[in-house]
């Protein structure tokens, strides 16, 4: 016979299991600091901005669109010089004719004396040497007075030089033509006899007329024309005068109007 506890059935108590208490570490709602908004930027003009530490930029000696163009023409290539010359001469003009004062006098001053614009020309023989000068004479009294005078001879020289490159071969081939022309008619009303010098030299003066007319100046083919022409020319206008011989004295008159206009395109 099965036997009965007496032991009433009584609840099971369990022992309280220990659970981890969530945010234990957290401080207190109490403790909390309350939101504050996040502080405004600064405004612009407020924020130091740092110095950069360092040599200053120099000031410039020269206008600005002067100095560049002084700085290209001497880099670029030689057969683009004369094209920034140009430009440097149509800037100096421009500045001529806003007028006279002292900063644009002295710009033309410091340019000629610092030797920037020493071998600069122009297509057509002007070079920025002249140009300037002739920029400071044009801003009148009192800047034209401090014009240096080796300045103005390359002023002068050049001004002759760009007239002699104006001047075309034809010029000096009409020239001995005219004389030839007057010659013959001189011999025609006047006749003197043999005629074998006169004939030789006009053949020899056109000869060199045409070493003239071909070959380019500054070139030996040129020279030895030009020598040529003024020899025959000089020695018939003299022994015409003197009645040494039966020359063409107009024939050598106009052969030497005619190598002087050839030597100056040679210069």
């Given at each position: 016979m099965a036997t009965v506890s007496s032991v009433p059935d009584a609840p099971r108590i369990h022992p309280p299991t220990q659970?981890?208490?969530?945010?234990?570490?957290?401080?207190?709602l109490?403790?909390?600091?309350?939101?504050?908004?996040?502080?405004e930027p600064?405004?612009?003009e407020a924020t130091p901005v740092?110095?950069?530490?360092?040599?200053?930029?120099?000031?410039l000696d020269l206008p600005l669109p002067v100095l560049v163009l002084t700085e290209q023409a001497r880099r670029v290539p030689e057969a683009e010089r004369p094209l920034v010359a140009a430009r440097l001469n149509l800037q100096l003009s421009r500045m001529a004719r806003t007028g006279g004062d002292r900063l644009v006098a002295d710009t033309f001053l410091r340019l000629l004396e610092s030797g920037r614009l020493t071998g600069l020309v122009d297509a057509k023989g002007r070079t920025c040497r002249a140009a300037a000068v002739?920029?400071?004479l044009s801003l009148g009294f009192p800047y034209a007075l401090e014009v240096q005078p080796e300045d103005l001879a390359h002023l002068r020289a050049n001004t002759l030089q760009r007239k002699a490159h104006r001047l075309k071969p034809g010029t000096s081939m009409a020239v001995l033509v005219g004389g030839i022309g007057v010659q013959f008619v001189h011999e025609a009303l006047v006749h003197k006899g043999d005629a074998s010098l006169?004939?030789?030299?006009?053949?020899?003066?056109?000869?060199?007329?045409?070493?003239?007319?071909?070959?380019?100046?500054?070139?030996?083919?040129?020279?030895?024309g030009l020598l040529m022409l003024s020899l025959v020319s000089l020695a018939g206008a003299v022994f015409a005068l003197l009645g040494v011989a039966h020359t063409g004295l107009w024939v050598g008159l106009a052969g030497l109007v005619a190598a002087f206009l050839a030597a100056l395109r040679e210069g």
């Open positions: 659970r981890p208490m969530e945010g234990e570490d957290e401080a207190p109490g403790e909390v600091a309350p939101w504050e908004a996040p502080p600064a405004p612009l740092p110095l950069l530490r360092g040599t200053p930029t120099p000031p002739e920029a400071l006169l004939t030789s030299q006009v053949g020899l003066s056109l000869l060199a007329m045409a070493a003239l007319w071909l070959a380019p100046p500054r070139t030996p083919v040129y020279r030895v």
